[in-house]
C-alpha cells in the first residue's frame, strides 16, 4: 500500500472521528443544579458537580445531558432535612431513584456535612 493512502486514510478517520465527538460544555445542565455544588466526598474532599460532569464525560445534545457512554444524565436529590423525614417520603424518594436508574444515569446529590465541621 502506498503511504500516501495510508496517511489520507488515517488523516480521514481521525477527522471524522473528531467532529463525531461532542464538546463537553454544559449549558444543558438543570438551573437547579450548580457547577460547583458538592456531589459527594472523595478521599477528604468534596467532589462538585463539575468535576463528576468531567469524569463521566458528559456533553450536552439538544438540550439534553448525556454521559461519555450516551445515556442521559438526570440528578437526584434525596431528602437532606435536619428531622427524622416521614417513612413514605423516604419510600417515595427511593421509588423515584429507582425508576430514575432504570433509564438514564444518576448523580445523587448526596447530603453533606460542612468538611470545617469535622472532628480533626
Not at 34 to 53: D, F, H
Not at 64 to 93: H, I, Q, S, T, V
Request: hydrophobic share 35%; proline share 6%.
Amino acid at each position: 500500500m502506498k503511504p500516501w493512502i495510508l496517511s489520507c486514510g488515517l488523516s480521514l478517520l481521525l477527522s471524522c472521528h473528531h467532529n463525531h465527538k461532542k464538546a463537553p460544555t454544559w449549558d444543558c445542565l438543570p438551573a437547579e443544579v450548580k457547577l460547583e455544588e458538592y456531589v459527594t466526598r472523595r478521599n477528604n474532599r468534596n467532589l462538585t458537580v463539575a468535576e463528576k460532569l468531567k469524569e463521566l464525560n458528559t456533553y450536552c445534545d439538544e438540550g439534553k445531558l448525556f454521559d461519555g457512554e450516551k445515556k442521559e444524565l438526570r440528578f437526584f436529590r434525596p431528602y437532606c432535612g435536619g428531622a427524622a423525614p416521614p417513612a413514605d417520603l423516604l419510600w417515595k424518594k427511593s421509588q423515584e431513584l429507582e425508576e430514575l436508574q432504570k433509564q438514564y444515569t444518576v448523580i445523587v446529590m448526596e447530603c453533606h456535612v460542612d468538611a470545617k465541621a469535622l472532628p480533626q
